[in-house]
């Protein structure tokens, strides 16, 4: 069962992914249902679990303003939409999962995030991945420690770069 969750996981990061790229270029034939299940078909043979990808994908995409609220605050130097769009959409899918899901635990959770920032994200997503949902398990839990072993937070990389700040000429 656990293999076919993270395997749902893929395809619930691959729906979310169509669904925010789409829905930036204002595509107005956009059916988020009728993409996740283009993508459920693909694994149909494979996938026993329809309703864990149904359930987070639709919890996800019903709550994206709330979980960008959440992240905003833990990585300041990166606003929501200078996040990569894979790296956003993994952790919207953790941090739906830690706060609305109690039939996994949280350190599965954020193993399942990182794990799948290293197979989709760029080179620093998993730190990036892990540094953000070990900072939101430990303001929602209070606890000093979080469930996975704290990595260095590095900023993902981005198709679109962070600006830098400008700096005063030499005199």
């Not at 864990?52 to 905003?72: H, P, Q």
């Not at 760029?122 to 209070?142: P, Q």
Request: aromatic share 6%; with cysteine; proline share 7%.
């Amino acid at each position: 069962m656990a293999s076919n969750r993270h395997l749902g996981r893929i395809v619930v990061l691959q729906t979310l992914y169509e669904f925010d790229f789409r829905s930036e270029c204002e595509d107005k034939s956009l059916d988020l249902d009728e993409v996740m299940q283009r993508n459920v078909d693909r694994y149909s043979e494979t996938i026993d679990d329809k309703s864990f990808i149904d359930r987070l994908t639709k919890g996800v995409a019903g709550k994206s303003a709330e979980l960008d609220a959440v992240i905003g605050p833990i990585a300041p130097e990166w606003p929501i939409e200078q996040i990569a769009r894979v790296d956003r959409n993994i952790l919207r899918m953790a941090l739906w999962e830690l706060t609305y899901s109690d039939d996994v635990p949280p350190k599965v959770v954020i193993n399942e995030a990182v794990e799948l920032a290293k197979a989709f994200g760029g080179d620093n997503s998993s730190k990036f991945i892990n540094g953000v949902l070990g900072t939101a398990y430990r303001n929602m839990t209070g606890e000093s420690k979080p469930p996975a072993q704290p990595k260095e937070e590095t900023a993902p990389a981005e198709d679109d770069p962070k600006p830098k700040k400008a700096t005063k000429p030499k005199k």
